[in-house]
Nanobody
């Protein structure tokens, strides 16, 4: 049984920062790519960022490039999302996701999902 538990969400003013964490259990965390997604009210879930198993490759949606940074600590089974210069349009529930492959740019898919953590950015 794979379990992903997010934390670190909250209410922040525009321009502020938050760091989300996702702790994984139940499988060999360090062997798989991980990602962050978000879903705003009334919108579909969208990709935010991804990181390969080793941490040497990452990708971001254009709207967060230069502001968000994804990282991981395989010794702690944890993936992070550092969010700086937050904007009201970043308001959403943020989900951690586990990939079925060591990289996110080849085959496979995001199979494992956390419960989500709310991020609210006030103007």
């Amino acid at each position: 049984q794979v379990q992903l538990v997010e934390s670190g969400g909250g209410l922040v003013q525009a321009g502020g920062s938050l760091r989300l964490s996702c702790v994984a259990s139940g499988r060999s965390f360090g062997m798989y790519a991980m990602g962050w997604f978000r879903q705003a009210p009334g919108k579909e879930r969208e990709f935010v960022a991804a990181i390969s198993w080793s941490g040497d490759t990452s990708d971001y949606v254009d709207s967060v490039k230069g502001r968000f940074t994804i990282s991981r600590d395989n010794a702690k089974n944890t993936v992070y999302l550092q969010m700086n210069s937050l904007k009201p349009e970043d308001t959403a529930v943020y989900y951690c996701a586990g990939h079925t492959s060591s990289t996110f740019y080849g085959g496979g898919s995001y199979k494992y999902w956390g419960q989500g953590t709310q991020v609210t950015v006030s103007a």
